[in-house]
């Protein structure tokens, strides 16, 4: 089975300093990880994935996640936060394709990113 | 292009009652899953269907059933409301696969 961990429920920082959001998974299939971001009151938006290749992956809003198999992780990241990325964030595995099977998406429990002035 | 569109919404219904989400994929989109996201958590997967059949299903009760029409529309129908089905319901698509795309939502209030 998968799962996800996202290490930390709430992460607080000052604007223009730098965030990591933290997340590992557990999966016995490859992999497919994603990070959404959800504003108050709002549905998912999709930040960026990794579905294959480089391990680097630069997302919208100058976001970026860096898969590391050996470690099972996939930390987003931003080297200048705003006030504007206050949002909870959600980091997401899902399952390999396969003929016939669901393809769906574990998602962790959220963190709550908040810029302060 | 529209994105996933959902409705209605909002709803409030009280314990016992049926409701019935609406979701509509992004024009080509083939595969629609509903998620439920209770409040301070994570979502969490209900089905999934792909061309009109469900592909697969979440540990969720028989009360919660769903479909997907010819035009790839999709409904969520839950019976029997309890006042844990409180959530948020969202609807995702994408072209087949892995859903990628997400709506704004249907925010459900059982009293």
């Known amino acids: 089975a998968q799962s996800v961990t996202q290490l930390d429920s709430q992460v607080p920082v000052f604007e223009e300093a730098p965030v990591e959001l933290r997340c590992n998974y557990s999966?016995?299939?490859?992999?497919?990880l994603f990070w959404y971001v959800q504003y108050p009151n709002q549905g998912l938006q999709l930040l960026l994935k990794?579905?294959?290749?480089?391990?680097l992956v630069k997302g919208i809003n100058g976001f970026e996640a860096e898969f590391n198999k050996s470690q099972t992780s996939f930390h987003l990241r931003k080297p200048s936060v705003h006030i504007s990325d206050t949002a909870e964030y959600f980091c997401?595995?899902?399952?390999?394709?396969?003929?016939?099977?669901?393809?769906?998406?574990?998602f962790g429990k959220g963190t709550k990113l908040t810029v302060n002035p | 292009d529209a994105g996933v569109t959902q409705s209605p919404t909002h709803l409030i219904k009280t314990r016992g009652q049926h409701v019935t989400l609406r979701c509509s994929p992004i024009?080509?989109?083939?595969?629609v899953s509903w998620y439920q996201q209770v409040l301070g958590q994570g979502p969490q997967f209900i089905f999934q269907?792909?061309?009109?059949?469900?592909?697969g299903r979440g540990n969720f009760p028989d009360r919660f059933s769903a479909r997907q029409f010819p035009n790839y529309s999709s409904e969520l129908n839950v019976n029997a409301l309890l006042l844990g089905d409180s959530a948020l319901y969202l609807c995702?698509?994408?072209?087949?696969?892995?859903?990628?795309?997400f709506g704004a939502g249907t925010r459900l209030s059982v009293l």
């Open positions: 269907y792909y061309e009109k059949e469900e592909r």
């Open positions: 995702a698509s994408s072209l087949a696969g892995l859903p990628q795309y």
């Open positions: 024009s080509g989109h083939k595969s």
């Open positions: 997401a595995v899902g399952s390999g394709m396969r003929q016939g099977g669901s393809e769906k998406l574990v």
């Open positions: 990794y579905l294959s290749g480089s391990t």
């Open positions: 999966s016995s299939v490859s992999v497919y």
